[in-house]
Every structure is written in C-alpha cells, then in structure tokens.
C-alpha cells in the first residue's frame, strides 16, 4: 500500500519520467538526465510544495 501522498502525483511522477527519458532523437537518456537531478537537488527541494513530481525523479532508481 502506498501513502495518498504518492498516489496523488503518481500520475504527474511517470509523465516527468517519461520526459526524461529521451531526447528529441529518441535516444534513451534517462540515466543522465537524473543524475543531473542529482547535482540540482538543493535548488529542487524548494519546489517540494509546489511541484513534488519534479524533485521525485532525484530519487528515481
């Protein structure tokens, strides 16, 4: 069982992943792509509030 927190942006999570995971050649670039959500990770948690389903992919994997 997952928290309603998580079921609530379930949804908006997968879209945000499925944006990061190719470029407009279609290459597969997901693994790079997060781990630049690594590096942005402070700058992401001040958006927690407002957008949860973009500072989640910093944990993706």
Do not use: N
């Amino acid at each position: 069982m997952t928290s309603f927190y998580f079921e609530d942006i379930f949804e908006r999570y997968v879209a945000e992943i499925d944006d990061l995971r190719s470029d407009s050649e279609g290459k597969d670039v997901l693994q790079r792509r997060v781990r630049d959500k690594h590096k942005e990770f402070s700058f992401l948690l001040s958006m927690i509030d407002a957008a949860p389903e973009m500072v989640a992919p910093a944990f993706h994997g």
